[in-house]
């Protein structure tokens, strides 16, 4: 790798101020000069999507001018560096956020308008980098704004998956998938840097030899060897200089791969090891909870961690230290199990490449890991088959056995001999086919341990992780999921922003916690109406995207009742849905019948494979062709699928929502963050006792929540004493038809197999206990309804159920992993001598 220039030389790099300038005079003059000088246009001639990359320009070069001064005071210090392992990012776009972070949105609306554009229109023109499936993959892009916010010395590593996550398209009622070219017209928000690579390995075999001084040694000797070549992302913190990094790797060809085949004539065989080279890093892997268990995903884990941990370590060393301090200048932080073959190839790294004796190297491993646990689901834990793992990584096969030898030597001791305890704890699962379970892996090679809300860590600690946590109970810690204020709000919500920041100042943007103040006005008659007008307007423009998009005329006036999140059995979309055709059948029962008018918004992916799932998406659109056409309902009730949910929609659809529906069967979602989005928004939810929805009814006050259904211990309960789905379905006239019709084919044109397997599953098998909780969910739904008609008291509600969500920042949370975790302090960042702006 490149030297770079000393430290002294860096100080002297002058900036020019056409680059640095935040006032609107120099921003315009700084968007003309990008379109001359980067896109090669002038007015006259420019596209939207050339004053798009000037703009985007203009402000990369403002991010740039932060993020050297972070590197160059990160490195003239010593300060521990939080580094963070995710296989997924969901960052969403990046301009308007940038703006809102470096403070100056309102200048860059007033340069564009200035120049006849509008700024809107150019935000709308960026295609989202959606490299993350769901609420991991965001979490993971919240935690690194709030990282910088908070000023803390933060590098985030993954993938920069050529497709991202897929585009939904609904055609006939049924979800069709298109692949995600995000790319395709460049990426001025990352950076190539060409001369920061590292080479992988992958496949072939183990020889071990001693060497001349009688030291065992090993080689590995692989049958590929991908390059892993460094993209940075700059990300900038809210209102201070601190920048930091994204580094997402692309995986490429070596430079001398082809020497062989090419020299030999065989130039297709060399264009097919380039191919193979770069699919790696080529795509996403479109499943949230459910492992694929396939070479191609494993190869890609162990691409992006192996790339990671040897460019930390060369950023250590390059500082002076000594490999056995490692953990003094990093901790490393893994999303879930995805990069949990980290642990293995520190290992190596440290026994095989830098010569540690086994212990030395075990004992800075783990004091250098921290694991996250994202979910309770089993079909979510990731396996890989004893023998496809060692096809990929012969040597860490090795070393995973070497580390569960010791481990469960170690802990036969403990357990007094416990068969059943030890088959538990053992990294290596036994079967007809053996496996390696990563999360045992992660648990015995990390110093802590975390679940994403009180109850989630709650049930690792009493379920799946049960015998880790009475070997180490002190390696377990609560960390509550939370979501940025700034994307959340400030930018997707900014009419909300500026009503809550005229009552109580912008303070709260950085102390979510200070948005208790808003309490005091909670029956101020005026704020209680400006609360109200913004929501309509929000319900107005969102009203507007839906006709453009599914062109269903929804009534802004009606409760927005909206569910928005992947589709997934134990989300229970169709609990949901069950309720919207027993309103309709009130209707065709009685069509006089009062009925609070209600528009049900759907919207979310399932996964390409994930059958049922996707069936739900078209019984959804099914019950929504009858309903939102019968003379009947005179437009009371509405159902809308808003297709393609990304970050771009989301940002859209949370500020207008009133309901927001939470419904999952209790012990299932692990925390679930896009709740606290929608209550942030000024929602209330409806909602089971399940994940962080808990801490939410906690903070709000019960009387600010929708409660419904069975607890996580019910659930349970229930299960152990034989569940009978069928009893529910004949006992509940209501449900029974609900179920009747759709299996009859009422709302699928008297096709009565389309929703077969669906029905069967629920009335002889409902693991996810729908049928047991849909009474107490009608039940709820008719006090929504009647709390809704008294459009203040329910204003009054809103506010103080957003003055009461402080807890929720990502902020609260990246503070105890830093506190109590990761031990790390922040870092202020000057520039022309001050810290922020
Ligand atoms: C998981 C869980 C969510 C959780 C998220 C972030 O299912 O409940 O909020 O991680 O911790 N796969 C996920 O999205």
Redesign the pocket.
Known sequence: QDKGLDKKEVQNVLVEDARTGLDVETLKKAILNNLFYVQGKYPEIATRNDYYMALAYTVRDRLLQRWVASVKQYLEGKHRIVSYLSAEYLLGPHLGNNLVNLGIYKEAEQALHEMGLNLDWLIEKEIEPGLG???????AACYMDSLATLEVPAIGYGIRYQFGIFEQDIRDGWQVEDTDNWLRRGNPWEIARREISYDIKLGGYVQHYMDRDGKFRTIWTPDLIVKGVAYDTPIVGYKVNTTNTLRLWKSEAPNSFDFQSFNSGDYSNAVNQKIICENISKVLYPN??TRSGKVLRLQQQYFFVSCSLQDMIGIHLRQGERIEDFQTTFAVQLN?THPAVAIAEMMRLLVDEYDLEWVDAWRVTTRTFAY?N??L?PE?LEKWDMELFASVLPRHLEIIQEINRRFLDEVTVRVYGDQEKISSLSIIGEGPRRYIKMANLACAGSFAING??AL?TELLKQTVLKDWYALSPEKFSNKT?GVTPRRWMVLSNPKLTELISSKIGENWIKHLDELKNLEKFADDPEFLQQWMDVKLEMKTQLAQRIVNRTNIKVDPESIFDIQVK?IHEYKRQHLNILHVITLYNRIKQNPEAEIVPRTFVFAGKAAPGYKQAKLIIKLINSVGEIVNKDPDVKGRLKVVFYPNYNVTNAQKIYPAADLSEQISTAGK?????GNMKLSLNGALTIGTLD??NVEIRECVGEENFFLFGLTAEEVENTKSDGYNPFHFYENNPNLKLALDQISNGYFSHLDDTIFKDLINSLLYDDQFMVLADYQSYVDCQDQVAEAFKDKVKWARMSILNVARMGKFSSDRSIREYCDEIWKVKSVPVTLNGTSSK
């Open positions: 499936n769901g609420g991991l993959g965001r979490l949230d909870e879930d996250t994202h979910t689901l979510a994403v809300a989630h999921n992947r979602e692990a925390s679930g963050t994940g962080a």
